[in-house]
């Protein structure tokens, strides 16, 4: 009776697969959260970006987040949706 040959691995499964790590990263990334700081003035709010060196302007508190979130998405090319804002100061 004809034996089939069997395969045989050099080495374990295990030990082929190297452990990956994410490189760490210094610039904005996609999901990335933004820490901002936002001011009363007369006009409207002024809100800082120091990540980016950016600033944005908004008429009203409750359309701070989104000035943000936009000045972030078009400095950085990161889509809007994946931006996420934290208030870290609020002068006013």
């Known amino acids: 009776m004809p ?6 691995r050099a080495q374990s499964l295990r030990s082929t697969r190297r452990q990956r790590i994410a490189p760490r990263v210094n ?16 006009d409207g709010w002024t809100i800082r970006i120091p990540e980016i060196g950016g600033v944005a302007h908004a008429r009203r508190r409750s359309t701070v987040e989104l000035a943000a979130r936009e ?16 208030v870290t100061s609020e002068i006013g």
């Not at 000045?71 to 804002?85: D, E, K, L, S």
């Open 27 to 42: 610039f904005p990334t996609v999901g990335q959260s933004f820490d901002i700081e936002i001011s009363r003035e007369i």
């Open 71 to 86: 000045c972030i998405a078009n400095t950085t090319g990161i889509p809007i949706g994946y931006v996420a804002i934290f």
């Open 3 to 8: 034996t089939q040959p069997t395969l045989r």
